[in-house]
C-alpha cells in the first residue's frame, strides 16, 4: 500500500537517516569500508555484495527474500518499503496481491507518473529499503557500491544462512 501521509513519510525517512545514519553518495563504488561507510547501524548487521549474481538468481531473490520477511514479521505487521526520492509503501510480504507493477503519481516525470515493480529488492538504481516499522531489522540496498546491508538480529542470523544460495559475498 503505497505510503500516502507525507508527514509519515518524511517521519520514516527522518529515522533512516538519524537510527541507521544514512549518508548517500553516488560517488563512491567500492567495497573499502575504510574509505567510507554509507550507514552507521548500531546494531547487529551484515554487508554482502552482489556484483556477481547471475541472472536467474536476481529473478529468484524475489521469492527468497519475501519468504525470511514473512517469517521475520508476525501476522498484520508491516514493512516500510522505500525507494530513495521516490515511492513509499507499507508492505505486507503475506498478500501476493502487492507483489506487483503499481502505478505512482509523481508531477516530476512526464505523463505524472511511473510503474514501479514492487517489491524491488535488487538496488540497480537507487537505494531500495525494507525496514520493520519499529525499525528492528532491516534490507537495505545500495545501488552504487552493489551491496546488501541486513541488520536486526534475526534478518542477520536469516541472511547468513542463505546468502551463498543468492550469489552474495560476504564483506563484513
Same mark, same amino acid.
Given at each position: ?30 567495497? %573499502? ?42 501476522? %498484520? ?56 516499522? %519499529? ?38
Amino acid at each position: 500500500m503505497l505510503l500516502e501521509n507525507k508527514e509519515l513519510e518524511n517521519t520514516v525517512w527522518e529515522k533512516v537517516f538519524k537510527q541507521l545514519g544514512l549518508k548517500p553518495d553516488c560517488m563512491v563504488r567500492t567495497h %573499502n569500508f575504510s574509505v567510507s561507510m554509507p550507514f552507521d547501524i548500531n546494531v547487529a548487521f551484515s554487508v554482502y555484495g552482489i556484483e556477481k549474481m547471475s541472472d536467474s538468481q536476481i529473478d529468484g531473490m524475489g521469492d527468497i527474500i519475501r519468504k525470511i520477511f514473512i517469517e521475520a514479521t508476525k501476522e %498484520n505487521e508491516r514493512i516500510y518499503a522505500l525507494d530513495w526520492e521516490h515511492s513509499s509503501f507499507l508492505y505486507d510480504p503475506r498478500n501476493p496481491d502487492e507483489q506487483k507493477s503499481v502505478w505512482v503519481d509523481d508531477a516530476r516525470y512526464f505523463g505524472g507518473g511511473f510503474c514501479a515493480e514492487f517489491p524491488a529488492f535488487y538496488p540497480d538504481v537507487d537505494y531500495y529499503f525494507f525496514i520493520d516499522e %519499529n525499525f528492528r531489522f532491516g534490507y537495505l540496498g545500495h545501488p552504487w557500491r552493489q551491496e546488501v546491508w541486513v541488520f536486526g538480529e534475526l534478518l542477520v542470523h536469516k541472511f547468513d544462512q542463505i546468502y551463498n544460495k543468492l550469489g552474495w559475498i560476504k564483506l563484513k
